[in-house]
């Protein structure tokens, strides 16, 4: 009862951030130049001031912004992401199909970045002076300054013009009849570039938050006692060094895995993957704002879930948050 009554508070403030975070993203899209109306009519081919006012209308753009920000919010109450009037679709049913695409890069992306990010962060505390910490901080330090699309387009010149390992573009092979395991295995032929692209710049910033954090426990009491014990060095290294400095990655993957669905759409664009992010790309370019504003509402849910769930693990990892 104690931890529910704890919870409500945490519930309360995450409803907070989510309800500003609609009122901000309404807000901005509707600042944004151009409207659905424009993009319609023109191609179309129709200027028709008549025409253009009855579309406003059917697409209730002629009613004041502030008019429009107390609908969509009541409708965002009753999770209603209203319709696609270019796609004729309801956008959750738009979201829904793209967003079994978009989990097949941001899951892996970000277990294969977090687990050889905090791998390579530990090696590099672990020989921390020699070449290997030097190699390890080079290596990460490039990936973290590098643009993602430019890492994509560099993996798909190598692995698929040079070197035709991987398919350059495409969710599986076009006009494939595959079914079972080995269609699954064809996805997942083609998703390898587009996840390594995806979780190349977190493994660089796992890597370098996590040798920090292993550097600065390296000298703490608990550790030095454990050295005295005549434990092993894996034994203190793993148990009792890592499971102290990883609170920090902790808190940071909770953070970063919330921005991968945004991050996926230059990935998505790059690689021509239909996933979520390239949805959100095309709604963009064709002022489609259901859907735009449907896509940073679930990326909105997703950052604010993916938050709760680092406090609580947060109490996992260390039992002296408990009673706190």
């Avoid at 060094?241 to 970063?256: F, S």
């Avoid at 790309?281 to 064709?286: E, I, K, N």
Wanted: net charge positive; glycine share 6%.
């Amino acid at each position: 009862m104690r931890y529910v009554l704890a919870a409500i508070p945490v519930l309360l403030k995450s409803l907070t951030v989510l309800v500003a975070v609609l009122v901000i993203n309404f807000t901005l899209v509707r600042m944004a130049p151009g409207d659905p109306v424009s993009v319609l009519a023109g191609e179309a081919g129709a200027s028709d001031q008549q025409f253009l006012d009855q579309l406003r209308k059917e697409f209730n753009l002629d009613q004041p912004v502030i008019v429009q920000l107390g609908s969509y919010l009541k409708s965002m109450a009753s999770f209603d992401l209203g319709f696609s009037y270019r796609q004729q679709q309801p956008v959750w049913d738009l979201i829904a199909d793209r967003l079994p695409a978009t989990l097949i890069l941001a899951l892996p992306a970000f277990a294969l970045s977090l687990i050889l990010g905090v791998l390579l962060g530990v090696l590099a505390s672990r020989y921390r002076g020699t070449w290997k910490d030097s190699a390890i901080t080079a290596a990460s330090l490039a990936f973290y300054a590098t643009p993602i699309f430019w890492v994509g387009l560099m993996l798909v010149l190598i692995f698929s013009v040079y070197v035709p390992w991987f398919p350059p573009f495409g969710f599986e092979k076009m006009g494939s009849t595959l079914t079972g395991v080995s269609r699954w295995l064809d996805i997942a032929h083609h998703a390898f570039l587009p996840i390594v692209t995806l979780g190349a710049f977190n493994v660089a910033l796992y890597t370098r938050m996590t040798r920090a954090s292993m550097n600065e426990v390296q000298m703490a009491d608990y550790v030095k006692t454990a050295w005295a014990k005549g434990l092993s060095s894996s034994r203190v290294v793993w148990v009792h060094q890592l499971r102290n400095a990883v609170l920090p990655v902790i808190t940071l993957a909770g953070l970063q895995a919330g921005q991968l669905i945004g991050g996926s759409v230059l990935v998505e664009t790059v690689f021509a993957w239909p996933g979520v992010g390239r949805l959100a790309f095309d709604a963009l370019m064709q002022r489609d704002y259901q859907i735009l504003l449907g896509v940073f509402f679930c990326t909105s849910v997703v950052v604010v879930v993916l938050n709760l769930l680092t406090d609580l693990l947060y109490v996992v990892v260390d039992p002296r948050m408990r009673g706190a």
